[in-house]
């Protein structure tokens, strides 16, 4: 039996960055406003021949650029993205074909916001059963694509990267990497965040839909049932976790999260303010921001929630 050990992280974030104060110049806002319903202060934005696969690339150059493997021992690339390239084929192929990969399974999985822990749940899956021993698993979107930029409610929330990590398989007896996942979604709920548009029904893309007391009610209740469950599914307490990284979607969901499990907001790793909600790529992108401050040993649990309504959560021992 094998587990899945994370060895590597690596991001990108696109050059050009959009300040509130800049946002306020095109929609009816201001800095403030955004700034304390959300906690964001800027997002960065792909330029428009900067795809999803671009940034995919970059970030999964600098994952490998960190592991000690060559890009030939890579045996899978999963791409959690919302916002790919073309209809087909997958991003996923895209960038293997970019990175020179020969010898990897490719394809991309859309869970939007809840995409990378989906992702890594079926990489961690496929490790284990032994049909993979080195997968690539990136979060990447453009976010920016999807976005009315005259929609005040919703503009202001999102921005464009990506990040990635390689999981390794190693021996059972380690007692690093995943420990434990669950996932879930409830398609009753898929009308409260959505896009206007699709390949098959409306032939473009469309824009993001939002219900924000909606997303923001179940958001926080998805993801706090989540965390408490697998803490109890993998026999530790709340003071045993070192580290949470929830989806950067909003300052005031982490708050209200971190109020409901009665834990240290110290805890609590923030990128919001600078990258904004980046969806698949947000918990990717805080990994590697803050993988120089993990101690050997350190419970870090992962929990995000989207459009879908998905929702899940992932323990990594690092």
């Known amino acids: 039996m094998k587990v899945s050990q994370l060895i590597s992280t690596g991001s990108y ?4 960055v959009v300040t509130n104060q800049e946002l ?5 806002t201001s800095n403030e406003w955004i700034l304390t319903r959300t906690g964001i202060t800027q997002r960065h934005i792909a ?9 995919a690339t970059k970030a999964a150059e600098s994952a490998l650029s960190k592991a000690k493997l060559s890009k030939d ?3 899978l690339i999963i791409v959690a993205t919302t916002t790919p390239d073309k209809t087909f084929p997958s991003t996923a192929a895209i960038i293997q074909g970019n990175l020179g990969i020969k010898n990897a399974a490719a394809f991309d999985i859309q869970a939007v916001c809840s995409g990378f822990i989906y992702a890594l749940t079926i990489a961690n899956s496929m490790i284990k059963s032994g049909s993979s021993k080195n997968a690539l698993v990136i979060g990447a979107e453009k976010m920016s694509s999807v976005v009315d930029w005259k929609d005040r409610a919703t503009c202001v929330l999102f921005g464009d990267g990506a990040g990635a990590v390689i999981l390794s398989a190693t021996p059972a007896t380690d007692k690093t990497g ?3 996942h669950e996932i879930f979604a409830d398609g009753s709920l898929s009308n409260i ?3 206007s548009g699709g390949v098959s029904s409306t032939k473009e893309a469309g824009h993001i839909v939002m219900q924000g007391r909606e997303v923001f009610r179940h958001g926080v209740e998805k993801m706090y049932s989540s965390l408490v469950s697998l803490i109890k599914k993998s026999n530790l307490k709340l003071s045993d976790i070192d580290w949470f990284i929830l989806h950067q979607a909003n300052l005031r969901i982490i708050d209200a999260i971190a109020k409901k499990l009665g834990a240290s907001t110290d805890k609590f790793i923030l990128t919001l303010s600078k990258h904004a909600n980046t ?3 947000s918990i990717p992108l805080a990994l590697d921001a803050f993988c120089d401050k993990f101690k050997k040993g350190d419970n870090i649990l992962l929990t995000a929630a989207g459009g879908g309504f998905t929702w ?5 021992k690092w």
């Open 24 to 28: 306020a110049k095109m929609v009816d």
């Open 178 to 180: 995943i420990i434990s």
């Open 312 to 316: 899940g959560s992932l323990l990594l």
């Open 47 to 55: 330029a428009d021949n900067e795809f999803t696969s671009h940034m």
């Open 193 to 195: 965040l959505h896009t």
């Open 13 to 16: 974030l696109p050059q050009k």
């Open 279 to 281: 969806s698949a790529a």
């Open 73 to 75: 021992d890579i045996d």
